[in-house]
């Protein structure tokens, strides 16, 4: 396994839809017990505090991800 230097300062994915982002275009949320999740847009967060599932929503990674192989 390779360590990529950099990146988790200057692109993190989504937590929500997986999309790769930099930093300064998006959010990220620190929660009271220490953690961190970045969200690239409002819509990511807001739909990821509302407990939607990203495999609902066409415009999610993850959706891509599982329709490739069908
Ligand atoms: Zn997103």
């Not at 930093?23 to 953690?35: N, Y």
């Amino acid at each position: 396994m390779v360590k990529q230097k950099g990146v988790g300062l200057l692109g993190k994915h989504c937590a929500f839809c997986g999309k790769k982002e930099g930093l300064l275009e998006g959010i990220t949320v620190f929660r009271k017990d220490g953690s961190s999740q970045y969200y690239c847009s409002r819509k990511c967060r807001r739909n990821a505090e509302l407990r939607r599932k990203p495999r609902k929503l066409k415009w999610t990674r993850e959706t891509r991800a599982t329709n490739r192989g069908a």
